[in-house]
């Protein structure tokens, strides 16, 4: 998680994690005191600092919406997109685009890797699916590509693994927002 570094920088950070011991070990090892609750409205349980600046929602991404988050400035996407299933990506990119403000910057990491040695998660997506998905709305600019492969992606049966990411910015007019 990229979480401490932008609250670090005074920025208030607010993300959905489907998995509790992530959630609670970044707590732990940020050393940050935090209270739970549940959300009827996201049906989840929001872990947050004690001065707000930091809430994780546990729970589906999709069960979150602007009357439980509202809206943001800046969405970074580390890794929700790969980790939706592929057939959800549509409803995902309805989603993001719900969040954003009129102007909202949008962080897009990407994978990019041979699908028929490794179904996924992490799922690849490439740059056209990627248009596909958000350039009615979007302008997308490529930012840079690095190569991810790593042990475990090898052990995977990949012999390349490519991370992309993407600045996604509304196009004013558009209708998206």
């Known amino acids: ?19 509790e011991m992530a959630v609670k070990e970044f707590f732990e090892k940020q050393q940050v005191e935090f209270t739970t609750e549940y959300v009827k409205a996201a049906n989840a349980t929001l872990y947050k600092s004690l001065d707000d600046r930091i809430q994780i929602y546990l729970g589906d991404l999709f069960d979150i919406n602007t009357s439980v988050v509202g809206t943001f400035d800046a969405i970074w996407d580390r890794g929700s997109l790969v980790a939706v299933r592929r057939q959800d990506n549509q409803k995902y990119a309805t989603l993001m685009t719900s969040l954003m403000t009129p102007y909202c910057r949008y962080l897009l990491a990407s994978i990019i890797y041979d699908p028929t040695k490794h179904p996924g998660p992490p799922h690849f997506i490439t740059e056209e699916e990627i248009k596909n998905l958000f350039d009615a709305s979007w302008n997308i600019e490529h930012i840079e590509t690095c190569d991810a492969l790593t042990d475990r992606q090898q052990a995977w049966g990949l012999d390349a693994f490519e991370e992309r990411v993407q600045l996604l910015t509304p196009k004013l007019g558009a209708g998206c927002l």
Not at 1 to 8: A, E, G
């Open 1 to 19: 998680m990229t979480y401490s570094r932008l609250y670090d920088r005074g920025h208030t950070v607010i993300g959905v994690e489907v998995v």
